[in-house]
């Protein structure tokens, strides 16, 4: 009888990981990134399923000075894609701003590998593209790779 039930337990617990299901999948989460160069940083994060394969999800996006002051953002656009696989991403996320915030409904990834990420956020006098390699697994938090920063603009500080 033990060993039935641990080899059900097996069973539940791999149909759920080929699922992509886990219980850190159901986490929350964010990240930070920083630069220095153009005294900026952006914080991503979810309040659920951040990151998670397999699970539909909705980020919000701030954007502030390395101070911690907020800077606003006046359009936002993101898009991405597994360079590896040649596919983008499987979902159309929409985007909208307020203030210094964003929000991004609807991101999913659909496997895990490395997804490159790409955030544009156009303020007043600048525009920024924040680009993410992020390393995704099952039931993990994100590997990120790289965050790469680019302005276009002339940034008052």
């Not at 699922?19 to 991503?44: K, N, P, T």
């Not at 979902?91 to 544009?120: D, H, N, Y």
């Not at 680009?131 to 039931?139: Q, R, V």
Request: net charge negative; hydrophobic share 40%; proline share 4%.
């Amino acid at each position: 009888m033990k060993v039935v039930l641990i080899f059900v337990l097996w069973l539940v617990t791999l149909s759920g990981l080929i699922a992509g299901e886990s219980l850190s999948d159901v986490s929350s989460g964010s990240e930070r990134f920083y630069s220095s160069e153009l005294d900026l940083q952006v914080e991503i994060g979810a309040d659920e399923h951040f990151m998670a394969i397999n699970r539909l999800q909705h980020w919000n996006v701030r954007l502030m000075r390395l101070d911690g002051s907020p800077v606003a953002i006046k359009a936002l656009t993101f898009d991405g894609g597994m360079p590896a696989h040649r596919h983008g991403l499987p979902t159309t996320p929409q985007t909208s701003v307020s203030g210094a915030t964003a929000q991004i409904k609807g991101i999913r990834f659909s496997m895990p590998g490395v997804w490159r990420l790409t955030l544009e956020m156009s303020t007043e006098g600048v525009d920024i593209t924040l680009g993410l390699d992020a390393d995704l697994k099952y039931g993990q938090p994100p590997d990120f790779q790289s965050a790469d920063f680019k302005s276009e603009g002339l940034i008052e500080l």
